[in-house]
């Protein structure tokens, strides 16, 4: 499952990163994030030597989820060299996921 990083440690786990880094904009209370959930863990297991997967919840970091533009959960944002490549909004499917994951990282 995707570690929960905030405002503190987030420039050291997804802006200086040497791999590509995949961020879920989550909220607790939404339920297509929950649904989203087991499959980003799927794909941060299955790439966990070409990919990082982390969480942000934006109850407690909201900071951060104005500074990403995030409108609504849940949002994912790709991560190369510190700067977001991609970004997409609501749940999705492992097969779409990584199809977009694979896209931006050409």
């Given amino acids: 499952m995707a570690q929960r ?14 791999l590509p880094v995949l961020v879920d904009f989550y909220s607790d209370s939404c339920i297509p994030c929950k649904q989203l959930s087991p499959v980003l863990g799927d794909i941060e297991d299955e790439r966990e030597d070409t990919l990082s997967v982390y969480k942000v919840n934006v109850n407690y970091d909201m900071e951060l989820a104005e500074k990403y533009d995030v409108m609504g959960v849940p949002a994912l944002r790709l991560f190369v060299q510190g700067e977001v490549k991609a970004e997409r909004a609501g749940a999705a499917g492992k097969a779409d996921i990584e199809a977009w994951i694979d896209e931006n990282l050409k």
């Fill in 5 to 18: 990083i905030n405002k503190d440690n987030f420039e050291e786990k997804v802006l200086k990163s040497p």
